[in-house]
């Protein structure tokens, strides 16, 4: 568990590395959030928490953990972000209903300004919650009371933890609300005075725990957007999704490689597999059995008629339409980056190296022949499982 809880300290800050000081004391915050959620921290008969720590960074090894010892002060750094985010996911879970509200609460946070601009509708936070607690249904496993209930749980305990500030409306008269809670309606969300005083730490910590599946779900869906047919005569072609799979992970690292994508750990093909079965669960694209057992790839998919963005005259893909909607919807709350502030989101030249990649699948990863779509999208996926948070 000290592994667990090193590791996803090391991810969820800002900055290349922390001082050993720094690290000891979140540690220790996160130990009393962990166990504050029910979760379980091993106990090693009263040893202080430096001992615990250096005793998990020996496990970790110089190969996850670096060490800058010719220092003020010895400083730890992440090395291979890839390994040691397996020990921060063993922790998410305990804490993915703050992190679904934190990171709604950032479409606004993100814009700038002062508090009364990063205020955030409770309206437009039930939205966006609702929406990042689907797209991620197949990640996590989310309480059973239902969005609206645990939504409120979860911002009564952010608001006792200092984090955020509710703002309420006496609805004592209405009892038939559905918004009630204690007597009260929540009208709107911000974050505290002392979160702020506080450098948004705790605010960070829950984001830094989702951008990453953000940052890949986006990744995902911009990919998509190369599914584009570059001409009417290739509208009804299929494609290879292993090669799609595989072309998306070098969109992601040239992204990545070029400033535009923050987290190199979106590129993970698990990730991504995910981030394509919602996609199939959602209708945004088709996937078919090949009938053709020569065939390189037994598994295909394409782009759903409705959810095809169409080109201009020009050739080039117009930024419009369902499918660049939902892109701008996820692209709201992920971590801003150099270009925050673009106009669109999504830049002409993400969506240029999207097409650019999608062109070459559609000039080698073709499947030929019929094929069985399946089962109608397993019945769009037994309905979507209505999400809850």
């Not at 060490?67 to 063993?90: C, G, K, W």
């Not at 009564?156 to 209405?174: C, F, H, P, Q």
């Not at 309905?383 to 948070?389: I, M």
Request: hydrophobic fraction near 40%; charged fraction near 25%; charge should be positive.
């Amino acid at each position: 568990m000290p592994t667990a809880l090193i590791g996803t300290v090391l991810l969820t800050l800002r900055g290349r590395g922390v001082g050993k000081s720094e690290l000891i004391r979140r540690v220790e915050w996160l130990s009393a959030r962990v166990r504050a959620k029910g979760g379980r921290v091993a106990h090693f008969a009263g040893a202080p928490t430096s001992t615990i720590i250096e005793r998990g960074l020996d496990v970790l090894g110089p190969g996850l953990v670096g060490t800058i010892d010719d220092l003020p002060e010895t400083t730890y750094t992440a090395v291979d972000r890839f390994q040691l985010s397996f020990y921060r996911n063993m922790t998410i879970h305990l804490f993915i209903s703050e992190a679904l509200v934190c990171a709604a609460m950032y479409t606004k946070v993100k814009q700038g300004g002062g508090p009364d601009n990063q205020r955030i509708s409770f309206d437009a936070l039930y939205e966006q919650v609702g929406f990042l607690s689907s797209i991620f249904r197949g990640e996590f496993i989310y309480p059973t009371a239902g969005l609206l209930v645990n939504l409120h749980r979860t911002l009564l305990g952010l608001e006792s933890d200092g984090v955020i500030i509710l703002t309420r409306s006496d609805t004592s008269a209405d009892p038939n609300n559905a918004m009630n809670t204690d007597s009260h309606k929540f009208l709107a969300v911000e974050i505290s005075a002392m979160e702020r005083k506080n450098g948004r730490e705790n605010f960070d910590f829950y984001n830094f725990l989702l951008w990453p599946f953000i940052e890949s779900t986006w990744l995902g869906a911009v990919s998509l957007t190369g599914l584009t047919p570059p001409g009417p005569t290739q509208s009804d072609a299929w494609l290879d999704i292993r090669q799609a799979q595989e072309t998306t992970q070098i969109l992601g690292k040239t992204l990545y490689h070029q400033g535009d994508l923050s987290y190199f750990e979106a590129v993970n093909k698990e990730t991504l597999k995910n981030a394509y079965q919602l996609f199939v669960e959602e209708g945004i694209v088709h996937i078919r059995k090949s009938s053709i057992k020569s065939s390189p790839s037994t598994t295909a998919i394409r782009l759903a008629p409705d959810w095809t963005p169409q080109r201009d005259q020009k050739g080039s893909i117009v930024p419009e339409g369902r499918l660049w909607d939902f892109i701008e919807k996820i692209a709201k709350s992920r971590r801003e980056g150099k270009n925050r502030r673009d106009g669109a989101t999504v830049s002409t030249r993400v969506l240029r190296l999207a097409d650019l990649v999608g062109k070459e699948l559609f000039a080698t990863a073709v499947i030929p022949g019929d094929g069985e779509i399946l089962e109608n999208q397993r019945r769009r996926a037994r309905r979507k499982q209505e999400a809850r948070l």
